[in-house]
């Protein structure tokens, strides 16, 4: 990978960041608001809040060899604490204290830490997948500015993630057949679904449908197995690398 390219995205990511509206009104009542409360509870301890950093029992040893893969994946998390520090700020915003612990971010992080990292790796990979895609729903279905704006910037920093991820994978250049591609999206179903059963309430009470939430996340893989074989195929042939924005925007 190149580290000067993806360096050079995060510290331009890191610019012109308008920080949503927190003290605008709050039209939220009742159902609706207490659903998105508790929806956003768990993203806050989830995304960045937690452990912001690999944990897999080898983590280390994939970070010791090779520096400018830690240089990214220190940038990566950095982007991730701020997640949790924007969440955190609608959750004042609501009056909704943060949560310690939850049972699926429990079982997520005891999974990664016992599976390696190369698991891990990919956990994350597909968790952004479909957060991504709940970001994008609950930018579309909520009537709350802020949280349309800490959405908007969340959403611009993910694609960022999945952008770099794909340029991970692709530098490995090795085969990414149809068995990879199979328990990739059956791994990417699994992920959509703990995060549906958790945080549908949320969503669906602004109009969001069960179906909606599926094609996002089947065409969020897609897109992301379409993108790396053709990063592949350019590699390959021996092509100029794609500009970062480019492949930023492709995961968008
Ligand atoms: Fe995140
Ligand atoms: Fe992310």
Redesign the pocket.
């Given at each position: 990978m190149n580290l000067d390219y993806w360096t050079e995205h995060f510290r331009r990511n890191a610019l012109d960041r308008p920080e949503p509206d927190w003290n605008a009104p709050v039209n939220l009542r009742g159902p609706a608001l207490s659903k998105l409360g508790k929806s956003l509870q768990q993203f806050q301890l989830g995304d960045g809040g937690g452990p912001a950093y690999l944990i897999a029992w080898n983590h280390q040893r994939l970070l010791a060899s090779d520096a400018g893969l830690k240089a990214l994946v220190d940038l990566w998390f950095a982007?991730?604490r701020e997640h949790s520090r924007l969440l955190g700020s609608s959750l004042k915003r609501f009056m909704v204290a943060e949560i310690k612990g939850h049972w699926s971010f429990s079982l997520f992080c005891g999974v990664r830490k016992l599976a390696g990292v190369q698991f891990e790796l990919y956990a994350l990979l597909l968790t952004?997948i479909v957060s991504h895609v709940y970001y994008k729903m609950l930018r579309k279905y909520t009537r709350d500015e802020a949280v349309r704006g800490m959405c908007a910037l969340i959403i611009r920093?993910?694609a960022g993630?999945i952008a770099f991820h794909r340029a991970r994978l692709a530098a490995e250049n090795r085969r990414f057949g149809r068995l990879w591609e199979l328990a990739f999206r059956l791994r990417g179903l699994a992920a959509g679904t703990v995060l549906w059963v958790n945080h549908r309430g949320a969503l669906r009470a602004g109009g969001a449908t069960d179906a909606e939430f599926y094609r996002g996340i089947w065409l969020g893989m897609d897109s992301f197995i379409r993108g790396l074989r053709g990063d592949l195929e350019c590699a390959r042939a021996g092509a100029a690398m794609k500009p970062c924005a480019q492949m930023v925007a492709e995961c968008a």
């Open positions: 982007e991730e952004e920093d993910e993630h």
